[in-house]
């Protein structure tokens, strides 16, 4: 490998002095997030400011075997973006810029960097009729981060994992190409992923891997003038999925996100589900509440559940976009550590994800929140474990860090994912998957990083 010196000279030469590090507390900062993944450091941080200088970073990193980690926020909590092996990271703050919005077909194209925040901030200026879809998660979280690694947000029983909300890609292989997926590769329109081969999927869950991603298309939708949340409170976890089912069948919801706290204590025990819906008149709004309503009468009827009456005043709250509440948790124990484990599974597998949850919090003696967002229509949820640390307090991280082992493995074994995982979740995956699935997702990863220098140590036996 070259060395550091000229290694900094040459990113220099790319991107600008102002934009290349090699300092001691730049490389600590980059070297974790607040999950409880040991710290990994680079050997230098580049920004980059456009496709161009992207492409010209990997071919300098090709030609001498230098890893290379690209990197949204820094917010996946699962330490992804750490560099395992040295080597660069590819902060992509600088490529926040929102290149288009169509407001007829409904979409935007945005680079890579662009925030949550920036697109929800131009769309209710530039397009108050239009939003997208957002995480729970502070605005500073990347688009096009949270797409790559499936993420969710508060459309998404409308419209599915952000991934399904995706129209295409402009990607920098790890051999130093740039390509296109999607109508953007064959038109000057980003409107859709078919009916092309999806070549998009090589680059959705790879934990960059295969390339970086430049610029991307994403679905909008229509901003409603009127907004409503219903809660409903069930006593039991058995009863939750066909709770989900009927509520999802009438599909009047955007977003759907069970939870479960033992904090304050009027929560404990209950089950609660947020029910966001919208309506562009006050008649169809009280249409659809009146469809929610009735989906669940059974429940009501037999005094087995019920809706949580909420003072308008207090509706606020539930209606933000982001929800604060659970960045209000991650601060919890104090100290800047969070972890927040997801597992995508079928709903029919609610009740004993969340009694894992209960025994699992209770058995490592961690601070804990519940809950659920639902995927679609009912067609799978992101169940998340929450688990609140101390990071200045070692025993606190051990116990995070336990839990953090205990949660991936009982996802798997209830037949779910461990959503965005972390390195060792990784390999549990792997251990789980099909050999053959494995074997071809190598032969991928050879074709499009030839020599292996995309965020090395990931995705590996």
Same mark, same amino acid.
């Given at each position: 490998?070259?060395?550091?010196?000229?290694?900094?000279?040459?990113?220099?030469?790319?991107?600008?002095?102002?934009?290349?590090?090699?300092?001691?507390?730049?490389?600590?900062?980059?070297?974790?997030? @607040?999950? %409880?993944?040991?710290?990994?450091?680079?050997?230098?941080?580049?920004?980059?400011?456009?496709?161009?200088?992207?492409?010209?970073?990997?071919?300098?990193?090709n030609e001498h075997r230098i890893p290379v980690?690209?990197?949204?926020?820094?917010?996946?909590?699962?330490?992804?973006?750490?560099?395992?092996?040295?080597?660069?990271?590819?902060?992509?703050?600088?490529?926040?810029?929102?290149?288009?919005?169509?407001?007829?077909s409904r979409y935007a194209v945005v680079e890579?960097?662009?925030?949550?925040?920036?697109?929800?901030?131009?769309?209710?200026?530039?397009?108050?009729?239009?939003?997208?879809?957002?995480?729970?998660?502070?605005? #500073?979280?990347?688009?096009?981060?949270?797409?790559?690694?499936?993420?969710?947000?508060?459309?998404?029983?409308?419209?599915?994992?952000?991934?399904?909300?995706?129209?295409?890609?402009?990607?920098?292989?790890?051999?130093?190409?740039?390509? *296109?997926?999607?109508?953007?590769?064959?038109?000057?329109?980003?409107?859709?992923?078919?009916?092309?081969?999806?070549?998009?999927?090589?680059?959705?869950?790879?934990?960059?891997?295969?390339?970086?991603?430049?610029?991307?298309?994403?679905?909008?939708?229509?901003?409603?003038?009127?907004?409503?949340?219903?809660?409903?409170?069930?006593?039991?976890?058995?009863?939750?999925?066909?709770?989900?089912?009927?509520?999802?069948?009438? @599909?009047?919801?955007?977003?759907?996100?069970?939870?479960? %706290?033992?904090?304050?204590?009027?929560?404990?025990?209950?089950? /609660?589900?947020?029910?966001?819906?919208?309506?562009?008149?006050?008649?169809?709004?009280?249409?659809?509440?009146?469809?929610? @309503?009735?989906?669940?009468?059974?429940?009501?009827?037999?005094?087995?559940?019920?809706?949580?009456?909420?003072?308008?005043?207090?509706?606020?709250?539930?209606?933000? #976009?982001?929800?604060?509440?659970?960045?209000?948790?991650?601060?919890?124990?104090?100290?800047?550590?969070?972890?927040?484990?997801?597992?995508?599974?079928?709903?029919?597998?609610?009740?004993?994800?969340y009694r894992a949850g209960l025994a699992i919090?209770?058995?490592?003696?961690?601070?804990?929140?519940?809950?659920? *967002?639902?995927?679609?229509?009912? /067609?799978?949820?992101?169940?998340?474990?929450?688990?609140?640390?101390?990071?200045?307090?070692?025993?606190?991280?051990?116990?995070?860090?336990?839990?953090?082992?205990?949660?991936?493995?009982?996802?798997?074994?209830?037949?779910? #994912?461990?959503?965005?995982?972390?390195?060792?979740?990784?390999?549990?995956?792997?251990?789980?998957?099909?050999?053959? %699935?494995?074997?071809?997702?190598?032969?991928?990863?050879? %074709?499009?990083?030839?020599?292996?220098?995309?965020?090395?140590?990931?995705?590996?036996?």
């Amino acid at each position: 490998m070259m060395m550091i010196r000229e290694l900094i000279a040459r990113l220099e030469a790319v991107v600008g002095p102002r934009y290349v590090s090699d300092a001691a507390e730049e490389r600590y900062l980059y070297s974790m997030d @607040q999950g %409880t993944m040991p710290p990994a450091p680079p050997d230098a941080v580049v920004l980059p400011g456009s496709t161009e200088e992207v492409r010209d970073i990997v071919r300098l990193a090709n030609e001498h075997r230098i890893p290379v980690v690209p990197m949204g926020a820094g917010l996946v909590l699962s330490g992804l973006t750490r560099a395992l092996r040295g080597g660069i990271i590819v902060d992509m703050k600088r490529m926040n810029r929102i290149v288009t919005v169509n407001p007829v077909s409904r979409y935007a194209v945005v680079e890579g960097g662009t925030s949550q925040g920036m697109l929800k901030a131009y769309l209710e200026k530039h397009h108050p009729d239009l939003k997208h879809s957002m995480p729970d998660a502070p605005p #500073i979280a990347t688009v096009a981060g949270n797409v790559c690694i499936h993420g969710s947000g508060h459309l998404s029983v409308l419209g599915g994992s952000h991934s399904d909300m995706l129209t295409g890609m402009e990607v920098v292989l790890g051999s130093g190409e740039v390509i *296109r997926t999607g109508s953007c590769s064959v038109s000057p329109d980003w409107f859709s992923r078919s009916p092309l081969p999806d070549l998009s999927g090589l680059f959705l869950g790879w934990s960059g891997t295969t390339g970086i991603v430049t610029r991307l298309g994403i679905k909008l939708f229509p901003n409603y003038r009127f907004n409503d949340v219903l809660i409903f409170v069930a006593e039991s976890a058995d009863a939750m999925p066909d709770i989900i089912s009927r509520l999802t069948a009438v @599909q009047a919801a955007e977003d759907m996100t069970p939870w479960m %706290t033992p904090k304050p204590a009027w929560a404990n025990g209950f089950l /609660h589900i947020n029910i966001a819906f919208g309506a562009h008149s006050k008649k169809e709004l009280l249409f659809k509440r009146n469809l929610i @309503q009735h989906s669940v009468r059974p429940y009501i009827d037999r005094k087995e559940a019920g809706f949580l009456p909420l003072p308008p005043a207090e509706k606020g709250r539930f209606l933000r #976009i982001p929800s604060p509440d659970l960045a209000r948790f991650a601060d919890l124990r104090k100290g800047g550590g969070f972890e927040y484990v997801g597992a995508i599974m079928a709903i029919e597998h609610f009740p004993d994800a969340y009694r894992a949850g209960l025994a699992i919090a209770e058995r490592f003696n961690v601070a804990y929140s519940l809950g659920a *967002r639902i995927i679609g229509a009912g /067609h799978a949820m992101m169940f998340f474990f929450a688990y609140a640390f101390n990071r200045a307090d070692a025993n606190d991280v051990k116990r995070a860090s336990d839990a953090l082992e205990a949660t991936n493995e009982a996802a798997l074994s209830l037949g779910g #994912i461990p959503w965005k995982a972390e390195e060792p979740a990784q390999k549990r995956i792997i251990d789980h998957m099909d050999p053959e %699935t494995f074997a071809l997702m190598n032969r991928i990863r050879k %074709t499009l990083d030839p020599n292996g220098i995309m965020n090395p140590g990931n995705w590996e036996a």
